[in-house]
């Protein structure tokens, strides 16, 4: 089971020299990856924001170790010719740790409210269109594509990413939804939201898990990304008993939700500042 801390991009986390203090932090406590939102407006986002590729790319320069990325990014309200600079970019500027976290996204605000495309189905098609670019422009080679949403005849994106073959995709989806499973299956990982408390989610993760190998047409590794609890830093036995239910059921990565607004089993409740840094300096619910 792999480690990692699941940071908001706003509220009093919109600060991308904090988000790099943080990331450091958990590089020291033994954490292996550092995620962020990519939200750009919302309630479930409130108050100011900090751009995640700016903040990731201080996280870059002031970690050695640390996986990082966005958790996720809506392709299908991007360029993907940018995202394909962008990530370039920021794989060389971290000597290859970048894992690129995608989806559909969601919600009026971040999509009806600004004018960008509002049916889901379009966005879906969309995104596997985009996914097709990006990992086209990648291979910093000329590129031609007519598509239904994306057109574009260009020369080699250079330079390359440093990862090989190419920068893990990571592909987000709402159990028990079909698609974004089957999509996922096609890349290198997966990042679910599911409903429900523990052995409910335990149990959909085995569906879940069972159903994208039955899709997956290679055999390389493939992660699945967890993020849906935050676990008693002071109690590090209980942490790493319920981390390695979750690892039992397939889950590869732990994704650690620090987020001012926490919530467990039949509760909510407000956590500020230092008391969620202090949890990252906890370290990992691992035995």
Same mark, same amino acid.
């Given at each position: 089971?792999?480690?990692?801390?699941?940071?908001?991009? $706003? *509220?009093?986390?919109?600060?991308?020299?904090?988000?790099?203090?943080?990331?450091?932090?958990?590089?020291?406590?033994?954490?292996?990856?550092?995620?962020?939102?990519?939200?750009?407006?919302?309630?479930? $986002?409130? *108050?100011?924001?900090?751009?995640?590729?700016?903040? #990731?790319?201080?996280?870059?320069?002031?970690?050695?170790?640390?996986? #990082? /990325?966005?958790?996720?990014?809506?392709?299908?309200?991007?360029?993907?010719?940018?995202?394909?600079?962008?990530?370039?970019?920021?794989?060389?500027?971290?000597?290859?740790?970048?894992?690129?976290?995608?989806?559909?996204?969601? /919600?009026?605000?971040?999509?009806?409210?600004?004018?960008?495309?509002?049916?889901?189905?379009?966005?879906?098609?969309?995104?596997?269109?985009? #996914?097709?670019? #990006?990992? /086209?422009?990648?291979?910093? =080679?000329?590129?031609?594509?007519?598509?239904?949403?994306?057109?574009?005849?260009?020369?080699?994106?250079?330079?390359?990413?440093?990862?090989?073959?190419?920068?893990?995709?990571?592909?987000?989806?709402?159990?028990?939804?079909?698609?974004?499973?089957?999509?996922?299956?096609?890349? %290198? *990982?997966?990042?679910?939201?599911?409903? *429900?408390?523990? %052995?409910?989610?335990?149990?959909?993760?085995? =569906?879940?898990?069972?159903?994208?190998?039955?899709?997956?047409?290679? %055999?390389?590794?493939? =992660?699945?990304?967890?993020?849906?609890?935050?676990?008693?830093? %002071?109690?590090?036995?209980?942490?790493?008993?319920?981390?390695?239910?979750?690892?039992?059921?397939?889950?590869?990565?732990?994704?650690?939700?620090?987020?001012?607004?926490?919530?467990?089993?039949?509760?909510?409740? =407000?956590?500020?500042?230092?008391?969620?840094?202090?949890?990252?300096?906890? /370290?990992?619910?691992?035995?």
């Amino acid at each position: 089971m792999h480690t990692a801390v699941y940071l908001p991009n $706003c *509220g009093a986390f919109a600060d991308a020299r904090l988000l790099a203090d943080l990331a450091l932090d958990a590089e020291r406590a033994g954490w292996e990856g550092v995620f962020l939102w990519d939200h750009i407006a919302g309630p479930w $986002c409130a *108050g100011p924001k900090v751009d995640p590729w700016v903040a #990731l790319s201080a996280i870059a320069l002031r970690t050695e170790r640390v996986r #990082l /990325g966005p958790m996720v990014t809506p392709l299908p309200r991007r360029r993907p010719w940018k995202v394909a600079r962008e990530t370039a970019s920021l794989d060389r500027l971290s000597n290859g740790r970048l894992t690129l976290g995608v989806g559909i996204g969601w /919600g009026e605000a971040e999509f009806d409210d600004l004018g960008d495309e509002a049916d889901p189905k379009v966005r879906a098609a969309m995104l596997d269109e985009g #996914l097709e670019v #990006l990992s /086209g422009l990648w291979r910093g =080679e000329p590129l031609s594509h007519q598509g239904e949403h994306y057109q574009l005849h260009t020369e080699a994106f250079l330079p390359r990413p440093i990862q090989e073959p190419r920068i893990p995709v990571w592909v987000a989806g709402r159990w028990p939804h079909q698609g974004p499973f089957r999509r996922a299956a096609q890349w %290198d *990982g997966v990042f679910p939201l599911f409903d *429900g408390e523990d %052995d409910e989610v335990i149990g959909q993760i085995r =569906e879940m898990v069972a159903m994208i190998w039955e899709q997956r047409a290679a %055999d390389a590794p493939f =992660e699945v990304a967890y993020s849906g609890r935050f676990t008693p830093g %002071d109690d590090p036995e209980r942490s790493a008993a319920l981390v390695a239910r979750f690892a039992a059921a397939g889950v590869t990565w732990w994704l650690e939700r620090i987020d001012p607004a926490r919530f467990g089993q039949g509760f909510r409740e =407000e956590w500020p500042l230092a008391a969620l840094r202090e949890r990252i300096r906890q /370290g990992p619910p691992v035995g």
